[in-house]
């Protein structure tokens, strides 16, 4: 089956813009979570969505953003885009959080 | 929250050779997944094993819950073996859980 998959691959963005990044689960999952990795703060989590709930958030600024659609696909936005938003973000889905999960290839998101 | 501490950092070893992984973690769990990052950035999920022993290939994982650690076997290394590997466990928070990981260790396999 299809795995995860994340839209677009590489973005360069200008400070002070806004960005979207895409989410398609696997088939039949319902939970979504967005992480993002840096080279100084690793792995963080960013917020999980189940059946277009957010049910947990991490400790990012209120820029940081998402939504789940009726068919489980997701979004996350950053509004004002800063220079250390530069990071991979990944997004991984599982049928709920408990369970394991399975991670997308990630989007590389540059600002400059 | 929750601690996940890998070691070694950084491991080099020649193709062929085995290796060890090591990954801690601070408090009782129920799971436990290993990854490793390609090159080009994605995690691929190598195991999910909230305790006992699971094999694949070249590749066997352990956890021992009770003593909070688990470990990672790479057998007859291979240059495409490289990347970096990262345990990470669930972590409760708000009704739903959310992985924490470790700082990862680096694997590199020279020819």
């Known amino acids: 089956k299809a795995g995860v998959t994340q839209t677009p691959r590489y973005l360069i963005k200008t400070r002070g813009q806004q960005v979207t990044l895409s989410c398609s689960p696997i088939?039949?999952?319902?939970?979504v979570s967005w992480y993002q990795q840096t080279p100084g703060q690793g792995l963080q989590f960013l917020f999980e969505?189940?059946?277009?709930?957010?049910?947990n958030k991490g400790n990012f600024p209120g820029r940081f953003s998402g939504r789940q659609f009726s068919n489980s696909r997701s979004e996350m936005n950053v509004s004002t885009l800063e220079l250390g938003d530069s990071a991979l973000y990944l997004c991984?889905?599982?049928?709920?959080?408990?369970?394991?999960?399975?991670f997308g290839s990630g989007t590389r998101l540059t600002v400059v | 929250g929750i601690q996940v501490e890998q070691s070694p950092p950084d491991l080099i070893l020649q193709e062929g050779a085995n290796s060890t992984l090591r990954c801690n973690f601070s408090?009782?769990?129920?799971?436990l997944q290993w990854f490793h990052q390609n090159p080009w950035g994605q995690l691929i999920n190598l195991f999910y094993i909230p305790s006992g022993t699971k094999q694949n290939g070249r590749l066997s994982a352990t956890t021992v819950a009770t003593e909070r650690y688990s470990l990672l076997y790479i057998s007859s290394s291979q240059t495409t073996d490289s990347g970096v590997y990262f345990c990470a466990v669930p972590y409760s928070g708000a009704g739903s859980y959310q992985l924490t990981f470790g700082k990862g260790t680096k694997l590199s396999v020279i020819p």
């Open positions: 991984a889905s599982s049928p709920d959080s408990f369970y394991g999960y399975t």
């Open positions: 088939s039949g999952h319902r939970s």
């Open positions: 969505y189940f059946s277009e709930t957010q049910r």
């Open positions: 408090d009782s769990v129920n799971n």
